[in-house]
């Protein structure tokens, strides 16, 4: 079978933001200066297309997207923290495709405590968990904890176009369901199960991983990078170590489909990693 290709679009690597509603978040008093957003709490609810720009923090609370299934909606994260006892500290429930765009120079922590109670029929098991299409992007560095479950989840396609993340989880670190994509980045990914997981059993053309670029340090104690579909490495520079013990050494096979998963005994491979051209 052929290996996987990226599906990246301009839009996933626009860091911009205009015409948004500033969402400033504080416990028991967080407040918004426009319209698509509801508060009760401290769950902040995004019910609209648009823009938001979140900054502050929230102790115990969530954002929570229930909008259109068409909506396109930008989260741009200024220095914001939110931790969350039970929940996903963002959870897109509805949307067409989130975005989430770190500021130039920020640092943002996403963090999810504790066992989940779900609230309704979808299985959220994520500090951040999309229901939709997920791109994150942008010049700061997100930090994102799960006590119990996986880091990032997108049960549509999760991309990452750029940014610096510091992953620890009880689960898979970034998780896909029809497929995780990588341009760049800088990740540090400690993950109980995979570092980077994607797997759909419902299509096999689906679960594919697919790598442009990036620095990956990924101490897992399953697959540094496990994928049902193509695993499609392009360039990069990766140490993948398993969690209980590093002794051996293996290429990571690049540019082409490799089987189901890369295990980690201690997978190093280095090269050098290209300027993008767009």
């Not at 957003?37 to 979140?54: N, P, Q, R, W």
């Not at 996986?150 to 497929?179: F, R």
């Not at 209980?244 to 290429?251: G, M, N, V």
Request: hydrophobic content about 35%; glycine content about 14%; overall charge negative.
């Amino acid at each position: 079978s052929s290996e996987s290709t990226g599906s990246f679009t301009d839009s996933d690597f626009e860091v911009g933001y205009s015409d948004y509603v500033t969402v400033t978040l504080a416990d028991g008093t967080s407040s918004a200066d426009g319209g698509g957003v509801e508060i009760d709490g401290d769950t902040v609810t995004i019910t609209e297309e648009g823009t938001y720009l979140l900054t502050g923090a929230l102790s115990d609370g969530q954002i929570l997207v229930d909008a259109g299934d068409s909506a396109e909606i930008q989260l741009v994260l200024d220095n914001v923290s939110v931790a969350c006892s039970g929940s996903a500290a963002i959870y897109v429930r509805k949307a067409g495709k989130v975005f989430l765009t770190m500021t130039e120079g920020s640092e943002n922590s996403l963090t999810s405590s504790g066992e989940f109670a779900q609230t309704d029929d979808n299985n959220v098991d994520a500090a951040v968990f999309s229901k939709a299409d997920l791109t994150m992007n942008g010049n700061g560095t997100l930090t994102v904890g799960c006590e119990s479950g996986h880091g990032v989840v997108s049960k549509d396609t999760l991309k990452v176009a750029g940014g610096t993340y510091e992953i620890t989880s009880a689960s898979q670190g970034l998780s896909g369901k029809e497929g995780v994509e990588i341009a760049d980045g800088i990740f540090v990914i400690t993950s109980g199960k995979d570092g980077i997981h994607a797997e759909n059993d419902e299509d096999a053309t689906l679960g594919s991983i697919y790598i442009e670029g990036g620095t990956f340090v990924i101490t897992a104690g399953g697959d540094g990078m496990d994928a049902s579909g193509a695993l499609t490495i392009l360039d990069g520079v990766f140490t993948l170590t398993r969690a209980e013990a590093a002794s051996t050494q293996a290429p990571i096979p690049t540019g082409r489909r490799t089987p189901h998963g890369v295990s980690g005994e201690a997978v190093r491979q280095t090269l050098p990693i290209p300027r993008r051209r767009r």
